[in-house]
């Protein structure tokens, strides 16, 4: 493919570019009282540059990761230098080729579901190559490579191998059928890693599935339902999964309504083991119809749904919604666990929106809830496992020119296993546009009072634009660890105890 794009002159006559961008991290850790050892007293280097290019029609991305480690714990830390993505794209009519690292995602995600998650570092790609083709109202596209993903693990900082899983997949998408567009796919993936060294055959999925949108219905309705039929052959056993998300938007006016439902029939994409995490890599997504922050206890069997109702005020600089869902996750087992979460807040931008006010607050309950009464530990009536009540702040008040207060708080009362215990984060900081911030941070964390575990955290936070093309963030004190989540990926970061600089570099090279 690349080979096919280079040999392309007139294209890459034309003027060429290149972009750069380059983020540093510095950061020394010191004793963070959780009582482990093998991750205190020690620092790291890490430095990810980005090289992003154009000539004619032919675009290319590369990215070079290097980790320095000073005073490794364990020997999970690992000095490391490589070239991690290196991608071609060329368009030839209405195909393009994409030679090298890319990502794919298949409809909502529940198929197939390879990108970046910055905020806890999951980058799982493929490398190898993809052939699309769009022209008026369809779309198709075949794929094939091997899962590369990236050998730092942000959180721990521990190093771990690309897993080469091999994936193969096509898709094909029609619109404008009536109001209708409908689309259809299919995906392979081959588990390189055997856990059994007589397995006569690897562990492998396959997975066909379609999705029906509707738009556009009387003005005010769309609708969008998925359905995914999954075979899985592990360890030369051979099961079904099922899995189907339907979504219906309503807009009427000044209301909005949301409805969503979802079914997971054991359903999971799984491959090799990833080192740093003690567990598999996942290669799908599947919508939790939680807060895009909350904890899942589930991603792979699960039934249940969400209602959103939201109403728009003074011409839109007010808005009021309201969430509820209630899902299980294990149904039909001994393991149930029903949940039920209920929320709702406002956003308010106010002095010609250089002001906002973002609220939101809600009650959470899951109970274990087996389905008969011979399972072990069934109790007449649901025994609650876990709740919490929270509340969320992001308050902006613009003060004079470009300076304003910036307050942000996030707040938990929790109960697990019928122990109270509270957790959150408050930063208070000023913000001065096109320059920078100044915040302190206050964290937390209640649940282990054991003797010499922090239990209360402290931080100062800077950032500064020093010019156009150089932006710099410092943290010094302590900060709270703890279960983080990003549309149902979750990841227990460890408490933070030093310093930490972060300088981020960009260039542009003529074009």
Not at 56 to 71: I, N, Q, S, W
Not at 99 to 114: E, N, T, V
Not at 430 to 446: I, K
Request: glycine content about 10%; charged content about 25%; proline content about 3%.
């Amino acid at each position: 493919m690349l080979a096919a794009a280079l040999a392309a002159p007139p294209a890459l006559a034309r003027d060429a570019s290149v972009r750069l961008n380059d983020a540093l991290r510095l950061e020394w850790r010191g004793d963070n009282a959780n009582r482990r050892t093998d991750d205190d007293d020690y620092g790291v280097v890490v430095n990810k540059l980005d090289v992003a290019g154009s000539a004619g029609d032919l675009t290319a991305e590369a990215r070079v990761d290097a980790v320095e480690v000073v005073g490794a714990p364990t020997d999970d830390f690992q000095d490391d230098a490589r070239l991690e993505r290196l991608t071609a794209r060329y368009p030839l009519g209405d195909l393009t080729l994409t030679a090298g690292d890319f990502y794919r995602q298949i409809g909502r995600g529940i198929a197939l579901s390879l990108r970046k998650v910055d905020d806890l570092g999951v980058d799982v790609g493929l490398r190898g190559g993809r052939l699309e083709y769009a022209t008026g109202d369809a779309q198709v596209d075949a794929f094939v490579g091997r899962t590369n993903s990236v050998n730092l693990d942000p959180v721990s900082q521990h190093f771990t191998a690309d897993p080469e899983d091999v994936v193969v997949g096509a898709s094909a998408r029609v619109a404008r059928l009536g109001p209708a567009a409908v689309s259809a796919w299919a995906v392979q993936i081959t588990n390189e890693h055997r856990p059994v060294s007589d397995q006569e055959f690897p562990d492998r999925s396959n997975t066909v599935g379609g999705a029906l949108e509707l738009t556009d219905l009387l003005e005010a309705v769309t609708v969008y339902a998925e359905y995914d039929l999954q075979q899985v052959r592990d360890t030369d056993a051979v099961n079904t999964a099922q899995a189907a998300y339907a979504s219906l938007d309503v807009y009427l006016g000044d209301w909005s309504v949301l409805a969503e439902g979802l079914w997971l029939d054991d359903f999971r994409q799984q491959g090799s083991p990833n080192a740093a995490l003690d567990t598999d890599f996942d290669y799908n997504q599947p919508p939790t119809l939680e807060r895009i922050d909350q904890e899942v206890l589930n991603t792979t069997h699960a039934l249940g749904g969400r209602l959103r109702i939201e109403r728009s005020l003074l011409d839109g600089d007010l808005v009021a919604h309201a969430n509820g869902l209630f899902k299980h996750t294990d149904p039909g087992t001994c393991t149930r666990v029903a949940q039920v979460h209920g929320f709702a807040g406002v956003e308010w931008l106010f002095q010609g929106g250089s002001s906002r006010l973002n609220a939101s607050g809600g009650y959470r309950d899951e109970r274990a809830d087996p389905v008969a009464s011979d399972c072990v530990g069934a109790v007449p009536e649901a025994r609650r496992i876990k709740s919490m009540a929270h509340g969320e702040l992001d308050y902006v008040q613009h003060l004079t020119g470009r300076w304003s207060l910036h307050l942000t708080s996030l707040n938990e009362a929790r109960t697990l296993d019928d122990a109270d215990y509270l957790r959150g984060s408050t930063l208070v900081g000023v913000d001065v546009a096109q320059t920078g911030a100044l915040s302190f941070e206050y964290g937390f964390d209640t649940q282990n009072q054991a003797p010499g575990v922090r239990n209360h955290f402290f931080a100062g936070i800077a950032a500064w634009h020093a010019q156009s093309w150089l932006q710099a963030r410092a943290v010094i004190g302590t900060q709270r660890g703890g279960i983080k989540c990003v549309a149902g990926i979750c990841r227990d970061f460890p408490e933070f105890a030093g310093a930490r600089l972060e300088l981020i570099g960009r260039h542009d090279l003529g074009g």
